[in-house]
C-alpha cells in the first residue's frame, strides 16, 4: 500500500487538531440507479472534505486549485474561432 504524510494545520486557541488516516481501498458498490450513485459520491465527498479540514490553509488554496486546474480543460470553450 503507498503511503504519504501530510502536516496538518497549527491548532487555534484550545482547539484539537487530530492525526487522520484516509485510505482509499476498495471497489464502487453496484447500484442499480444513478441516483444511487450522486449520493454515494456525495456521502464520500463529504467525509474526505471534513477531512481535509484539518490541512493548513496553505495546503488546503493549493489542493483546490490543482482540482480545479485538472477539471477547468474539460470548461475550455474559445469564444472565437481560432486559426
Known amino acids: 500500500m503507498q503511503s504519504i504524510c501530510i502536516r496538518k494545520a497549527e491548532p487555534i486557541g484550545n482547539q484539537e487538531i487530530p492525526d ?3 485510505v482509499i481501498a476498495g471497489s464502487l ?15 464520500q465527498a463529504r467525509e474526505l472534505f471534513r477531512c481535509l479540514c484539518f ?6 488554496d493549493q ?5 480545479i486546474e485538472s477539471r477547468a480543460s474539460l470548461f475550455k470553450v474559445p469564444l472565437f474561432k481560432e486559426e
Open 20 to 22: 487522520i488516516q484516509i
Open 29 to 43: 458498490p453496484d447500484f442499480s440507479d444513478l441516483g444511487s450513485y450522486e449520493d454515494f459520491y456525495r456521502a
Open 55 to 60: 490541512l493548513p490553509g496553505g495546503t488546503f
Open 63 to 67: 489542493l483546490l486549485l490543482l482540482m
